[in-house]
């Protein structure tokens, strides 16, 4: 028997659904590139434009993230204003790498993708031959974990050490570990760690320090077995008590609470070097749709969310490592009706122009409805590259995702400038973390 045929065995046994960063994957339509699987489980602020000038002043003047230890450094072209300072070492792999391993670098998907090229639930537990050839000609830059990927400690550790091994450059090797419900490994009686009621009762407490310590217990845990990045922490305010989708996984009810917590449990989890990435900008809180199963619209302005949903948000730019963006319409904010992950307006214009943040944007899974309902995964792939984000997380299908920026560079429709900006803060990130 193959590998592959046994790995399809012991998924119709051990794997009953893979999860998007925010749930649960299930068959919803068919098109083009066959059938899309989307997600289903599960004090006074200050004034808001005070608060974006001081973030923006303040990253004028100083930098709070640690400097590469190479300190020859040189500076890349964006769009916006000035990039930050690169070191020379990741200068000369972005000027040596060619446009196939560029565009592989702002790719992370789920490891079951590296056995079979679109979305289905697998559960892979060890890198077979296949794998590693799909390292080779899509070397992307990063693998998400979900729950049916962890069977025990040992294996865990197994397939983290294998995949780097196979990879020309370290991954990032994700998961979505937030502590209370989703939670990949706590919630796995094998692994034995300690887990959490929720987030909000984290934040209720009203104490700083329980927040850093869920932040350094999963940290420590993340690290053990091989996992270096976090889609964790929740930055979103449990505004809308209708809101099934945030909930409980929210530190609380108010910009201020959660903003502090936020701040604490980045501190804990970078404290076992652990990368951070805090979601779901521009905020999805004060929802009651889900964005898992098609397009949900948030009607605030753009000033009314600098007054509480940003909050958490602008406050932390300078310590966490990534932000992800949702896939919220906002009619009142942008012109374009795109999501927030596919929008230039919201993630270039006012994420890195108007608040200037110089980080890692990723967007949200694009396995998810209101995407995957309306864009091909090559589609789809394309415009938020145009948008501005820097990691596409989790196409249905790799391979037409990858083959269309690649395209789009190489036609001239996406300038390779643009690949290199993201390219750079994406090796840049890795260099910080000791991966490169």
Avoid at 310 to 315: E, K, N, Q, T, Y
Wanted: hydrophobic content about 35%.
């Amino acid at each position: 028997m193959t590998a592959k045929k046994s790995r399809f065995l012991l998924a119709s046994l051990a794997a009953i659904m893979a999860l998007s960063s925010c749930g649960a994957l299930k068959e919803q339509k068919v098109n083009d590139e066959g059938p899309i699987y989307k997600s289903t489980v599960t004090g006074q602020a200050p004034e808001p434009e005070s608060r974006a000038d001081t973030k923006k002043d303040k990253k004028k003047n100083t930098d709070s993230k640690a400097e590469p230890a190479d300190t020859d450094v040189k500076q890349t072209d964006t769009d916006a204003k000035a990039a930050p300072a690169v070191s020379s070492k990741v200068q000369k792999m972005v000027d040596e790498m060619s446009v196939e391993e560029k565009v592989g670098q702002m790719f992370i998907v789920r490891a079951d993708t590296l056995e079979e090229d679109v979305a289905v639930d697998i559960g892979v537990s060890w890198v077979d031959e296949d794998m590693k050839q799909t390292l080779v000609d899509y070397p992307v830059g990063g693998v998400i974990y979900f729950a049916n990927n962890c069977y025990d400690p040992d294996q865990l550790s197994s397939l983290s050490d294998d995949l780097q091994a196979s990879s020309d450059i370290p991954l990032f090797i994700a998961i979505d570990e937030e502590g209370g419900s989703v939670a990949r490994i706590a919630n796995n009686p094998e692994f034995g760690v300690e887990g959490y009621d929720s987030m909000l009762s984290i934040g209720n407490t009203g104490n700083t320090d329980n927040a850093e310590e869920v932040g350094e217990t999963i940290g420590a845990y993340l690290s053990e077995y091989g996992i270096n990045l976090d889609f964790a922490p929740v930055a979103d305010i449990f505004t809308n008590p209708n809101n099934t989708v945030i909930g409980n996984r929210s530190f609380g009810t108010d910009a201020e609470t959660v903003s502090s917590m936020v701040s604490a449990c980045i501190d804990g989890f970078h404290s076992q070097n652990i990368m951070t990435c805090l979601k779901h900008y521009p905020g999805h809180g004060d929802t009651s749709g889900d964005t898992h199963t098609g397009y949900v619209q948030v009607t605030k302005t753009w000033d009314e969310l600098l007054d509480e949903e940003l909050i958490p948000f602008i406050d932390n730019l300078d310590k966490t490592d990534m932000i992800m963006a949702a896939h919220l319409t906002l009619p009142n904010v942008t012109s374009d009706g795109l999501p927030a992950s596919l929008s230039k307006e919201l993630l270039t214009d006012k994420l890195r122009g108007e608040l200037g943040y110089d980080g890692v944007i990723i967007t949200d899974s694009l396995l998810m409805g209101a995407v995957a309902d309306n864009y091909s995964s090559a589609e789809s792939a394309v415009k938020v590259v145009n948008a501005g984000a820097d990691i596409i997380l989790m196409p249905y299908s790799l391979s037409s995702a990858y083959n269309a920026v690649v395209k789009a560079v190489n036609d001239g429709s996406i300038p390779e400038e643009r690949i290199n900006e993201s390219v750079t803060r994406i090796l840049s990130l890795k260099e910080k973390y000791g991966l490169i």
